[in-house]
């Protein structure tokens, strides 16, 4: 069984900052998670899902524009685990974070965490 398992969200101030972490379990990534294009979408209520950051097998990176300079994705492929760090948040950015792991075949969701931006 397939899972994508998020944590770290949570509520924060202002110019806070969290770090969002997914962690990926099932045979499906045993031996081949590397290969996956790892991503952080959000959506925030009202609104369509949205992509924040995303690293391919390479490491290549990519970034909404309205984030780059303020979120760093990372991952570790011995641990099948992908994290995202996010700073001075605004209170716009409440929303749900999803992880999502891309094989260009395969499309795998994580249920998701809630990080609530408020004073």
């Known amino acids: 069984q397939v899972q994508l398992v998020e944590s770290g969200g949570g509520l924060v101030q202002p110019g806070g900052s969290l770090r969002l972490s997914c962690a990926a379990s099932g045979s499906i990534f045993r031996n081949i998670f590397s290969l996956y294009t790892m991503g952080w979408y959000r959506q925030a209520p009202g609104k369509q899902r949205e992509l924040v950051a995303a690293?391919?097998?390479?490491?290549?990176?990519n970034y909404a524009d309205s984030m780059k300079g303020r979120f760093t994705i990372s991952r570790e492929n011995a641990r099948k685990t992908v994290s995202l760090q996010i700073n001075s948040l605004k209170p716009e950015e409440t929303a749900v974070y999803y992880c999502?792991?891309?094989?260009?075949?395969?499309?795998?969701w994580g249920q998701g965490t809630q990080v609530t931006v408020s004073s």
């Open positions: 690293m391919d097998r390479s490491g290549s990176t």
């Open positions: 999502n792991a891309n094989s260009g075949t395969s499309d795998y």
